[in-house]
């Protein structure tokens, strides 16, 4: 039996001054007015981390061997803003969406699915974040990092 569909979110950080922070945010080729962080489906036999990894490979060229750290939050995508959300079946409503974070300073090699990327501080980052989740998702990344308390998995 296959896995139900299953999501992972991944924010890049890189920290600039003592306290200041930028994080990456994404372009998406498919709808240029969603901006967000990484992401991707979870595969048969991995586990988060390791989607979360290979994803953040996949679309920014981070290395496979690399700091991880999970966030709190957790969202919920409708199915039906997946092409293949049919092949799930009637009873996949709703795709559990996870997040995480990735200390990044290197140079982020873009797939086809994004169009650009910024280096942004916080408060422009969140502004230009299109859905609230993933709003959530980063307001925890910046309070971890300014609090200290990062999740490493």
């Given at each position: 039996?296959?896995?139900?569909?299953?999501?992972?979110?991944?924010?890049?950080?890189?920290?600039?001054?003592?306290?200041?922070?930028e994080y990456a945010i994404f372009q998406r080729s498919d709808n240029p007015e969603w901006w967000q962080g990484v992401s991707g489906g979870v595969e048969?036999?991995?586990?988060?981390r390791q989607a979360a990894l290979r994803e953040s490979y996949e679309e920014a060229g981070t290395p496979l061997e690399i700091p991880i750290y999970r966030l709190d939050t957790v969202s919920y995508l409708p199915s039906d803003i997946f092409e293949e959300h049919t092949a799930w079946g009637k009873d996949v409503v709703v795709c559990p969406?996870?997040?995480?974070?990735?200390?990044?300073?290197?140079?982020?090699?873009?797939s086809g699915e994004h169009i650009q990327v910024m280096w942004l501080k916080y408060q422009d980052a969140i502004n230009l974040v299109y859905f609230h989740d993933q709003k959530t998702a980063l307001w925890e990344l910046n309070q971890r990092l300014l609090r200290g308390n990062m999740i490493r998995i």
């Open positions: 039996m296959a896995r139900k569909p299953e999501n992972v979110h991944i924010y890049l950080y890189r920290k600039v001054f003592n306290d200041e922070y048969d036999g991995e586990t988060y969406m996870f997040f995480f974070a990735i200390p990044f300073s290197g140079d982020i090699v873009l």
